[in-house]
């Protein structure tokens, strides 16, 4: 049986944002523009992909009791080496995003994928999936990124083509959940008529 | 499948995972070290560069205490110094950078980090008359605050509170150069 499917679900079937509803936090918090949105997403995509793969090879001799703090250790690891390389290598993208990289750590995406699927499945499967549902969260923060920054500031990945200040409220708290719970029933009206 | 949850087993197995996930971070650490405080430089000197006239001498850093604040500062010869600071704006801390000449005119400022609301306060990094009025001041001459605080500074629409706090930034750092000024000038002496 082809693989491909373990791409798809994550990124349709078991969308992260929009139908598991996890990761809210950095959701909300970095989808002020697209490129925000986009940027979060690929770096919560490295440690998810990562996570999995080493957690499906270790989870066989790791004991049932400590498994969480096994899976967290491995996952806060990852975290860790990417905010050093991010603060060496694109500086800037870790100032915008700052304290939502070490966040990443208690994003239940990561550890839900961990508990929910890694340690069931072997390392192909694993990564797949990391994949899959890095991809459905990435493109679900830069949706969301996309729409907040059109209303908000008049402008796409920060080429503006609406001059003024555009609607204020969708760039700040209120204006992420609106954004949010719209676009959350959009994509669950699709899923339904499927 | 697992392991057996024994006493030894969990205590082997913490011990080994945390020795390895060691191991990589203090590799990884290794390796961005210098990259890491390369990219801190280059921030600094880029944010020097803007607030300070041309310059090709390497900036000495330095501290200086002032009414029970540390400031940090950046003494430029034949430019002249770059002072980082910080109040509380509107939002949370707004952190400022202010270039000021050796003659003690104020040669132009910029926001090093700022919780202002979008739109409003967070325009103390976009609206060109505010950002302007500060290039070429000096204060010797005219007095750093709001117009509606007798100053000679127009505030932002409607961020009465941030333009405030900017005055405040850029006068608790004139206040700075001044210290430093006068230190300096005991040196010679």
Not at chain 1, 30 to 42: H, I, K, P, V
Not at chain 1, 77 to 102: D, R, S
Not at chain 2, 32 to 38: C, K
């Amino acid at each position: 049986m082809s693989k491909w499917h373990f791409v798809t679900d994550g990124f349709i079937k078991n969308n992260p944002t929009f139908v598991l509803v996890l990761g809210m936090c950095p959701t909300l918090a970095t989808t002020t523009s697209a490129m925000n949105g986009l940027e979060m997403g690929l770096a919560t995509m490295f440690v998810l992909i990562l996570s999995n793969i080493v957690i499906s090879l270790i989870a066989p001799v790791v004991p049932d009791k400590v498994r969480i703090p096994v899976y967290i250790t491995v996952i806060a690891t990852f975290v860790t080496v990417l905010q050093l390389l991010m603060q060496a290598f694109t500086p800037a993208v870790y100032e915008t995003l700052g304290l939502f990289i070490p966040l990443i750590v208690v994003n239940c995406i990561v550890l839900g994928r961990a508990e929910g699927f890694a340690n069931k499945h072997g390392v192909v499967e694993s990564a797949l999936d990391g994949l899959g549902v890095g991809l459905g969260f990435t493109a679900s923060l830069t949706v969301i990124g996309i729409v907040r920054e059109i209303l908000g500031s008049g402008a796409v990945f920060g080429w503006k083509f609406i001059p003024g200040d555009g609607i204020l409220a969708f760039v700040m708290a209120p204006g992420a959940f609106l954004v949010l719970g719209f676009l959350m029933v959009l994509f669950n009206k699709y899923l339904a008529k499927k | 499948m697992a392991a057996k949850s024994t006493l030894v087993n969990m205590a082997l197995c913490l011990t080994a995972v945390c020795l390895i996930c060691s191991a990589v971070v203090g590799g990884a650490y290794a390796v961005t070290a210098d990259p890491i405080a390369e990219a801190a430089k280059a921030k600094t000197t880029a944010s020097i560069a803007r607030v300070l006239p041309a310059f090709s001498a390497e900036p000495e850093a330095g501290n200086v205490e002032l009414d029970g604040t540390e400031y940090t500062y950046y003494n430029v010869p034949g430019a002249g110094c770059a002072i980082i600071s910080a109040v509380s704006g509107f939002g949370g801390v707004l952190t400022l950078m202010v270039g000021i000449t050796a003659d003690g005119t104020i040669h132009n400022t910029a926001v090093l980090s700022h919780s202002e609301t979008p739109g409003l306060g967070a325009k103390c990094t976009s609206d060109e008359h505010f950002m302007a009025q500060f290039r070429g001041f000096d204060p010797a001459a005219k007095t750093l605050a709001v117009k509606k605080d007798g100053g000679d500074l127009d505030a932002i629409t409607a961020s009465t509170i941030t333009s405030r706090a900017y005055a405040l930034a850029v006068a608790n750092a004139v206040a700075v150069f001044n210290k430093l000024k006068e230190e300096g000038g005991r040196a010679h002496e």
